[in-house]
């Protein structure tokens, strides 16, 4: 049984201003796993304050401290690995192998990318008589998502720490053991008081103080739409810089070539990894309409092959994180079911022989339109909707006609033709054949958010752009 009770602020533990704790669920067993402290807007007060005045000198200090810090940090992180990968089992079901291996990775690859990109990232340059200076903008708050716990958290501490600003973070209420974990790993690593604080809480208690604040000067925000709509109304009135990776609901095109079938279960795996809990998971399949059956049969396969609740299994998928998305996952399988899609396989229910946790069934519709609920609301569950399209103009106005744009997923063995659907796209990362660069920027069109993370597109975000005239 965790307990985790208490604030890190100007480098201390410290108790909240007043007592509250939550109890934290393990979705696998749905039993009590801990409890952690939960903040208020007096809480936000104390961290922001310290984070103001840490500010001062952290925002002055040298690339080669901050080169310095940040692989003490590295150390100690892969130091705690296998405590951050037992934290994130515990609170939000990713299967051992899935916890340790990207889970954990992710976090570590931020990690060295932002030290890379210190390294020779140019803060000022000369334009003719003007020096042009990227200077941190300030402070920024911090608020992170439950579905990739340590990946969000450290996609915005090290860019943030790299450029020189200080921060608050309040990690997940649903996922919170793994910030813990990872701030010990911070503290250890020799942050300076008041560069990294940490507040554990609720959007309404502590996500709308650190929003609305008037000492923070910047807002990077992970999560739904809805709360990222939230989020940039609180930080209105004092203009701050927002930034937000929201929903998504990705097409992934399935060229017609001699790759089909390999394509068609890759996009199955893709979508269950991580029990479908992903932001840019490719839930829609598009198909050529003449092999929807053809698709079907392969992605009903795929995911019968997929182990559900068995941690040792390298294809297993976990429970998803709590009952609130199990609930909402069963009613739109059934809204599927109930607006004519053809349910492939999966369904509605716990998979046989799993009473207990928030085991949710692999499943696949084929025959989905794009006007369904399931083809149109972001499901973030182990859910496949499988679109035929006519011919390729046709694919491309489907995969478009969405309000989201993180991601979007070209699959086939015609390496031209896809790099021409990819282009038409509307969205802020399109995957040819699933690749995956951990320096390229990450972020969204339309309702799927605003700014850049990841790689030296990330640094952007924690940087102000001053212009000093007549310099020289």
Not at 7 to 21: C, S
Not at 90 to 113: N, R, S
Not at 351 to 361: E, I, R
Request: hydrophobic fraction near 40%; aromatic fraction near 8%.
């Amino acid at each position: 049984m965790r307990e985790y009770l208490k604030f890190y602020i100007d480098g201390k533990w410290v108790d909240p201003v007043a007592p509250r704790t939550l109890d934290v669920e393990n979705p696998a067993t749905e039993q009590v796993c801990g409890r952690i402290a939960i903040g208020d807007p007096a809480d936000v007060d104390h961290a922001v304050q310290a984070a103001r005045t840490a500010f001062e000198t952290w925002s002055q200090s040298t690339r080669a401290e901050r080169l310095d810090l940040l692989a003490a940090i590295a150390a100690e992180y892969q130091r705690r690995a296998a405590d951050l990968a037992e934290a994130i089992t515990e609170e939000m079901g990713a299967p051992a192998a899935l916890a340790a291996g990207p889970q954990v990775k992710m976090g570590l690859g931020h990690l060295v990318t932002s030290m890379d990109v210190l390294k020779n990232f140019q803060f000022e340059e000369q334009h003719r008589s003007t020096l042009v200076v990227r200077e941190p903008i300030g402070v920024c708050g911090l608020i992170t998502p439950w579905n990739w716990p340590i990946n969000q958290i450290a996609c915005k501490v090290f860019p943030a720490l790299a450029t020189g600003c200080t921060m608050v973070l309040k990690p997940s209420e649903v996922a919170p053991f793994s910030a813990q974990i990872f701030t010990e790993i911070i503290d250890a690593g020799g942050v300076p008081a008041g560069v990294y604080n940490m507040v554990y809480g609720d959007g309404p208690g502590v996500g709308s103080a650190l929003s609305g604040h008037p000492d923070i000067d910047m807002v990077s925000f992970t999560g739904s739409t809805r709360a990222g709509i939230d989020v940039a109304r609180n930080a209105a009135p004092t203009v701050k810089r927002v930034t937000q990776e929201l929903g998504g609901k990705s097409p992934n095109i399935v060229l017609d070539d001699d790759d089909f079938a390999n394509s068609v279960a890759a996009g199955v795996r893709a979508m269950m990894l991580n029990s479908g809990q992903s932001c840019n998971a490719p839930s829609r399949m598009l198909v050529p309409a003449k092999r929807k059956d053809e698709a079907a049969a392969i992605a009903a396969e795929v995911a019968g092959q997929i182990v559900v609740g068995d941690p040792d299994n390298k294809q297993a998928i976990g429970p998803v994180a709590s009952k609130v998305q199990f609930d909402k996952i069963q009613g739109l399988i059934q809204r599927g079911i109930d607006e004519g899609a053809t349910l492939v396989c999966g369904g509605t229910g716990r998979p046989d022989g799993l009473g207990t946790g928030y085991f949710v069934k692999p499943t696949v519709f084929a025959d989905v339109t794009n006007d369904m609920t399931i083809a149109r609301q972001e499901i973030f569950g182990p859910v496949l909707c499988i679109l035929g399209y006519q011919d390729l103009e046709q694919a491309v106005e489907i995969a478009n006609d969405t309000e989201y744009g993180l991601a979007g997923y070209v699959s086939g063995a015609d390496l031209e033709k896809a790099r021409s659907v990819a282009r038409r796209i509307r969205a802020g990362s399109v995957a040819i054949n699933h690749g995956f660069d951990l320096t390229a920027p990450f972020g969204g069109y339309k309702r799927s958010g605003n700014g850049r993370e990841w790689g030296q597109f990330a640094f952007d975000e924690y940087l102000e752009t001053k212009a000093a005239l007549g310099y020289g």
